[in-house]
């Protein structure tokens, strides 16, 4: 078996970052011009950019560039993300066939006031991705029950999607068993409770400002319309996957119990026979083929621009210039930011911009409890706002609109990001920043 290549004999620079602008401006700048976020498909701005990145890797042949890409697309973060889709949309659609979204929603809807339902679905989101340390497996648990009750108040899907998303990244930045958190503290070299007691200080605002507005915008709701009794045994598998979830059991088995379950009681209640159990279960795998055809057409594209030196060009000259403890936690805000626009994954971004982050902490004398906080926040506001990472592309996919719609609701991802920036300008006083 060949050696895998680290790096491209011939490296780019800054050019090799231009597959990713090819990107944007292919599916973001078309949308926007023509006024039609579904008229550019994400499949075509991926496969066109993917397309570049491959004509613009010089110093191998056309073969191996074509390997180096689905070395990429074959990353196991990548082929993990695909399992979780698969299972995902079995999940989502065996529940929905069985009647377990409508029970949930009325059960819920007879439980809370229309009044309480905004916040009381971003207290869930917030607490189950704490739980669970993933903001995926919260928007699979939780986009399909918010659906049904954004329906039946008159919320627009992307909404309503986004009041669980964004809370999906208050976990994701703060739980003891997320990716983000172990990849901060240990490339920090920094305790998780120590970072947590730093960064709960930079989000919790975030988090109660988010909450404040879902509350005064719940006011305005009106009652949701009439609706039946909940069958409590139609929720079973939504509370057995929040359950196994915030038990700490991995995303797959999780999904692998929700998809079983649905099964079981559909099929002894009589309300769901066997075969249309497994026809659903199809349907719902097929219907993830776009989002996995995204997902690996991504995971190439990011690997030629890592092959081609776009990544190093940016932690290289990012890390330039840097004045004083201010200009250092900016600068690291930036590094992570920009490595998580490159490669879609917030836990990859960390891990790569993990050993200069802290080079540049150990030279400027900063707190590696705040620089963790600072990867890990940032990491996940870039995360919840590009329409290509996991999280959106999910969310999306489940609710049926496209992830750009969703991204001016995302409320709590924007004021963290700006709470993580203020944290940074008002920490120093401007003579002790220099």
Not at 177 to 199: E, H, L, P, W, Y
Not at 231 to 246: G, N, S, T
Not at 382 to 392: E, M
Request: net charge positive.
């Amino acid at each position: 078996m060949q050696a895998t290549s680290t790096y491209s004999p011939r490296v780019w620079g800054w050019f090799g970052l231009s597959p990713l602008l090819v990107f944007l401006i292919t599916y973001l700048v078309t949308s926007i011009v023509s006024g039609d976020f579904y008229r550019m498909p994400i499949t075509v701005a991926f496969a066109v950019a993917s397309a570049f990145a491959i004509a613009i890797t010089r110093g191998i042949k056309l073969e191996d560039r074509i390997r180096q890409f689905s070395r990429g697309a074959a990353d196991h973060n990548i082929l993990l993300m695909i399992w979780i889709f698969i299972l995902a949309g079995a999940f989502a659609t065996g529940a929905k066939s069985m009647g377990a979204i409508d029970a949930t929603v009325n059960v819920i809807l007879s439980l809370l006031p229309s009044s309480f339902l905004l916040p009381g679905l971003f207290i869930a989101s917030c607490f189950i991705s704490l739980s669970i340390g993933t903001s995926v497996g919260t928007v699979v648990a939780l986009v399909p029950i918010a659906l049904g009750i954004g329906e039946s108040i008159g919320l627009p899907a992307a909404y309503i999607t986004a009041v669980i998303t964004g809370g999906a990244f208050f976990g994701d930045n703060l739980s003891f068993i997320s990716d983000t958190t172990i990849a901060a503290t240990r490339t920090q070299g920094c305790s998780m409770q120590d970072k947590f007691k730093v960064n709960i200080l930079i989000v919790l605002p975030a988090a109660l400002i988010a909450l404040g507005i879902y509350l005064y915008q719940g006011l305005e709701l009106p009652s949701a319309a009439d609706h039946q009794a909940g069958d409590f045994l139609l929720m079973l598998p939504y509370l057995l996957v929040i359950i196994c979830a915030i038990a700490g059991m991995n995303v797959l088995l999780v999904l692998l119990i929700g998809i079983l379950s649905c099964g079981i009681v559909g099929i002894s209640t009589g309300v769901l026979p066997v075969w249309d159990w497994v026809g659903s279960l199809g349907t719902g795998i097929t219907g993830m083929g776009e989002l996995i055809i995204v997902t690996l057409l991504a995971g190439g594209m990011l690997e030629l621009i890592r092959f081609n030196g776009g990544i190093n060009y940016l932690l290289r000259h990012l890390s330039r210039g840097i004045s004083g403890k201010r200009g250092a936690e900016l600068t690291i805000a930036a590094l992570v930011s920009i490595a998580n626009l490159c490669t879609a994954n917030n836990t990859i971004a960390i891990l790569t911009t993990g050993k200069v982050s802290r080079e540049i902490t150990e030279k400027y004398g900063l707190d590696p409890r705040k620089t963790a906080s600072i990867l890990d926040t940032f990491s996940c506001f870039i995360q919840g706002l590009i329409p290509y990472g996991a999280q959106l592309l999910l969310a999306s996919k489940l609710a049926g609109v496209s992830p750009i719609d969703i991204i001016p609701n995302l409320y709590y991802p924007f004021i963290m990001g700006l709470c993580a920036l203020l944290s940074i300008l008002l920490r120093y006083p401007r003579r002790y920043s220099r």
